[in-house]
Structure formats: structure tokens, C-alpha cells
């Protein structure tokens, strides 16, 4: 079973930066696709960013509304996935979730990621 536990949110000024971390424990963190994904009030859970990975990085892939601002990687050395995110915006104000998909392939659906963590709080004023 793999426990992911998310870290670093809060509140920072608009154009600011935060960098997000999910450290994995249990399963095969090193096989698995991993995916950021945002919830905001009265809305429903998007995809922010993932990250596939077979020895080295296969891919990443952004969703439009974050690319040039956020850079999602990996550590698999410690178990960690990070996101890097610069210049935020007010409307990045969500709660992060991390989450795992066996299947390694980089969804973009929630749907299809099989453990998740238990979300970090970020904050943007304007």
C-alpha cells in the first residue's frame, strides 16, 4: 500500500513561488506515474502536473493554465515528487493533492490514479 504525504503549502503574495512536496512510502514509488492535482472551492478536482518515470525522467506534462510557471519532478533516491511553482496567481489558491497511478502511463483523468494524498493547503493573495 502506498501512503503519500504532501508538504509545503501556504500563503504567499501573487507572482511569488512555493515548491510542494509528497513523499511517498510502500509500493513500487519508482514505476509508478505521479500527478499533482488541485481543488478549489465549488470546483472540481483538476490536473496540475505529471511525472513518468522509467530509470530516468519519459515524460512530464502540464496542464495549460500552469505551463512557463510550474515544473513538477521527482527524487525516486528519496521518494519524493516535487512542484515548483513560480509567479502564482490568485487563482492557484487550491488545495494540492499528490497521487500515484500503478498503471505508469501520465493521465490526466483523477480517475485513473490509485492512491492519493491527503492535500496541502496553498494560499495566493492578491
Known amino acids: 500500500q502506498v501512503q503519500l504525504v504532501e508538504s509545503g503549502g501556504g500563503l504567499v503574495q501573487a507572482g511569488g513561488s512555493l515548491r510542494l512536496s509528497c513523499a511517498a512510502s510502500g509500493g513500487t514509488f519508482s514505476r509508478y506515474a505521479m500527478g499533482w492535482f488541485r481543488q478549489a472551492p465549488g470546483k472540481e478536482r483538476e490536473f496540475v502536473a505529471g511525472i513518468r518515470w522509467n530509470i530516468e525522467v519519459i515524460g512530464t506534462r502540464y496542464a495549460d493554465s500552469v505551463k512557463g510557471r510550474f515544473t513538477i519532478s521527482r527524487d525516486n533516491a528519496k521518494n519524493t515528487v516535487y512542484l515548483q511553482m513560480n509567479a502564482l496567481k490568485p487563482e492557484d489558491t487550491a488545495v494540492y493533492y499528490c497521487?500515484?497511478?500503478?498503471?505508469?502511463?501520465?493521465?490526466?483523468?483523477?480517475?485513473?490514479?490509485?492512491?492519493w494524498g491527503q492535500g496541502t493547503q496553498v494560499t495566493v493573495s492578491s
Open positions: 497521487a500515484a497511478d500503478r498503471s505508469t502511463v501520465l493521465r490526466v483523468d483523477a480517475k485513473f490514479y490509485d492512491y
